[in-house]
């Protein structure tokens, strides 16, 4: 299977804390994306990352690409309500460009 | 419509209908995808279109499941005798597949509830 794991599962932090959430597989990735989704809404591409050990900066937030690229991260700095939402982390599979997501990290920041 | 559309965008039926959702993806995306999320869940893969090839299906999890692609654009996806745990929100997503690393662009899904 193309499995994809994610943590932490749900996470309820105060606005203007850091956070990191992690995805991981137990094989290489050709690329990885991540997403987030809002209630009610489709999810949007955020970043896509290539290249092992690559870092990737979108405003506040931080992904890494691990140097084996097998795992990615994501950090987010002084959290704010807007960040609020269901953050995946999608593969790409080797051939075909199909995309196998991962289990998902629910974020709540609290005004 | 410049996104993805999807109809219906809520859809309530009884345990044993069939059901059929429909996805408009972007004009000149190749790439389809048919995803399932569960409350709160990632995304389960269901089938996948790009182009002209036979879609790959091994997501759809019975044979009650099925979806078609007609003309390269408009797919249908169409759940026969549905249960309770068929209830769940269906995403539709589209790409342009080939051209590097193109993300997906989903639709904002169609809620089933089967009764």
Known sequence: ?111 | GAGVSQSPSNKVTEKGKDVELRCDPISGHTALYWYRQSLGQGLEFLIYFQGNSAPDKSGLPSDRFSAERTGGSVSTLTIQRTQQEDSAVYLCASSLAGQGFSPLHFGNGTRLTVT
């Open chain 1, 1 to 111: 299977t193309q499995l994809l794991e994610q943590s932490p599962q749900f996470l309820s932090i105060q606005e203007g804390e850091n956070l990191t959430v992690y995805c991981n597989s137990s094989s290489v990735f050709s690329s990885l994306q991540w997403y987030r989704q809002e209630p009610g809404e489709g999810p949007v591409l955020l970043v896509t990352v290539v290249t092992g050990g690559e870092v990737k900066k979108l405003k506040r937030l931080t992904f890494q690409f691990g140097d084996a690229r097998k795992d990615s991260s994501l950090h987010i700095t002084a959290a704010q309500p807007g960040d609020t939402g269901l953050y995946l982390c999608a593969r790409e599979y080797y051939t075909g460009n199909q995309f196998y997501f991962g289990t998902g990290t629910s974020l709540t920041v609290i005004p």
